[in-house]
């Protein structure tokens, strides 16, 4: 096969992050003869059958879509087979890719995985990088094998992760970089100059999927500790005020020289989720936070000070 060689491909992916991979290989003037995703899930007040992105997208441009609830039974592994791609193309698609399926397309099966791997394999790549404060994230073009994110890797792509950058900052980031870069992997497969090489043994960490009870806040942790959950976890973590939940969208850690050592504003002293003033500053663990951007239950997103509006604090009072 020549530079412009256009395959046959099986698209599998479910979520928006994946979309951008779809349109690129298409733009890219590739054959996708099918798209597998995850069956439609009801949604909304209706509870309606609602489709995801990759199926929704493939759908406008009239492309066949599948969604099996499983790839372990034998006529959905001839299914595919018969299809007779040149290779599958994976992005988040959510279900484990038996021997079968990876061994039915001609040149093998391509994942696109948000982290550097072999950091971060796993279901949540891109929420645990900021949580652990990473200094860079980046994708890697995985061939698959039957490990879980455990296949030789043909191209990986970094990014700096900035002190502000966000989950969705991240995925938006990722996903164009993915889109990309699977375009020039699958052009180095197909003519040869493209080799796949072993992961490293060393670094291997797990992003398990995220847990509901990891996303209430814990006042005992560093401040600067909850600032990175509060920016990889959005819009999930939440704390208590009268037995009502409210989530946050954005902190500010004060006094960051001393979040990492000593407690700023005395906050060890007055004792961790004690706020500090009445404009939501909260002592912690180590260090305090100043939450800018709130959204109490049943609200819209709001700023601190249209908050306090409605819900002044202030100092001395302790959130759950």
Known sequence: MGDDAKLRLVFMGTPDFSVSALKSLIDAGHHVI??????????????????????????????????????????????????????????????????????????GCFNIHASLLPRWRGAAPIQRAIEAGDAQSGVTIMQMDEGLDTGPMLLVERLELGDQMTAGDLHDALSDIGATMIVKALAGVADGTLAAHVQPLDGVTYAKKIDKAQTRIDWSRPAIDIAR??????????????????????????????????????????????????????????????????????KSVMDAAAYLRGHPLAAGVKLD
């Open 34 to 107: 099918a798209v597998y995703s995850q069956p439609p899930r009801k949604s909304g007040r209706g509870q309606k059958l609602k489709p995801t992105p990759v199926h929704a997208y493939a759908e406008s441009l009239g492309i066949e879509v599948r969604t099996p609830v499983s790839l372990k039974a034998e006529d959905e592994q001839r299914a595919f087979a018969a299809l007779q791609a040149d290779a599958a193309v994976v992005v988040a698609y959510g279900l484990i890719l038996p021997k079968a399926i990876l061994d039915a397309p001609k040149l």
């Open 229 to 298: 959950q509060v920016r990889g976890l959005y819009p999930m973590v939440w704390f208590e005020r009268d037995g009502q939940r409210v989530r946050v969208s954005a902190v500010q850690v004060e006094d960051a020289a001393n979040a990492e050592g000593a407690s700023a504003g005395q906050s060890a002293d007055q004792g961790a989720g004690t706020t500090l003033d009445d404009a939501l500053l909260v002592a912690c663990g180590r260090g305090a936070l100043r939450l800018t951007k709130v959204q109490p239950a049943g």
